[in-house]
């Protein structure tokens, strides 16, 4: 029996074993899928030895995606754009990583607006953090041409504007964070990649007045399934993309690597992980 594990401190929000133990039901797969909290002076131990405790493979949530990137001895050139790791496995003796959110993004963006990426001459992310440059590399590999950085902190922002330059962008436009009133000019694409705007943060306080009249808005926050954000982009006739689907999306291929097929994102496991989002969870 294979088994697999979702790594991180804490992992009990993590809904990654809802998912894997969903499809390993479903297609009757012989595995079995675990969360595993791992105290920091653990944690290279654990991704050095999993198979040890029997783990095939696993997932890695925060803290450890850097950590996890770090102790691969090869990576995917998904985790190495971003040098973080969620998903790993072996390969004979060797300890191998990928980073499936960006494949997880996209997946979603295609499934939810069809089409996005014929006309999307410019696209604006919020934030500059690790989930940033997984959403910015996703828009670099599908060749959107412009790119708008927007950041609170500017020394942040500049040095991801820096990272990216030889990306393949024709333009990269780096903008300073201003609660209430940074606007979006002409943008097709804006993506929310903080964590602004979830359960217990802070509100994203943003102006959707000049994004173009086709725009779509994405947010990868997914807890409130529709954020702030999203409300006010349906209010004003955008497409909207929630964050859902990104995790959905980038289970799939990190279970394919362990369990050997590939599962689909289907209408029912989006009920299940939405019924156990509106639960409360300890
Ligand atoms: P992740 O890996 O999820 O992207 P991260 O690397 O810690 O997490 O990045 C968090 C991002 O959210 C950053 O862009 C951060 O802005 P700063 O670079 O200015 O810190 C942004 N962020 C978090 N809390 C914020 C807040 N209260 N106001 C504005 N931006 C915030």
């Not at 909290?37 to 198979?51: G, H, L, M, Y």
């Not at 050997?260 to 989002?277: A, F, H, I, N, S």
Request: aromatic fraction near 8%.
């Amino acid at each position: 029996m294979k088994r697999a594990f979702v790594v991180g401190f804490p992992v009990s929000h993590s809904r990654s074993p809802l998912i894997h133990n969903f499809w390993l039901n479903k297609y009757e797969i012989e595995g079995e899928y675990f969360a595993k909290a791992v105290e920091p002076d653990r944690i290279n131990k654990f991704i050095n030895s999993f198979e040890v405790e029997g783990f095939c493979g696993g997932n890695v949530t925060i803290p450890y995606k850097e950590i996890a990137f770090e102790q691969c001895d090869e990576v995917t050139e998904a985790a190495r754009k971003t040098r973080a790791v969620n998903t790993l496995w072996l390969d004979g003796g060797r300890r191998l990583g990928d980073n499936t959110d960006i494949e997880g993004f996209l997946a979603n963006l295609d499934s939810e607006a069809p089409g996005w990426g014929e006309n999307c001459e410019r696209a604006a992310v919020i934030g500059a953090g690790g989930a940033s440059r997984a959403v910015i590399a996703a828009l670099a590999k599908r060749g959107v041409p412009e790119i708008t950085i927007v950041n609170r902190s500017v020394e942040r922002m500049a040095h991801l504007a820096e990272e990216i330059s030889g990306w393949g962008f024709q333009k990269i436009q780096p903008r300073r964070l201003e609660a209430g009133h940074t606007s979006f000019d002409e943008a097709n694409l804006l993506v929310n990649t903080t964590s602004l705007g979830m359960v217990g943060q802070p509100p994203l306080e943003i102006s959707l007045e000049r994004l173009s009249a086709d725009a779509i808005v994405y947010d990868i926050v997914y807890a409130p399934l529709e954020t702030d954000l999203l409300r006010e982009a349906r209010g004003r006739g955008l497409r909207i993309v929630g964050g859902l689907g990104m995790l959905l999306h980038q289970a799939a291929p990190a279970f394919e690597r362990w369990f050997g097929m590939r599962p689909e994102v289907t209408p029912d496991l989006r009920g299940l992980v939405e019924q156990d989002l509106l639960r409360p969870k300890a």
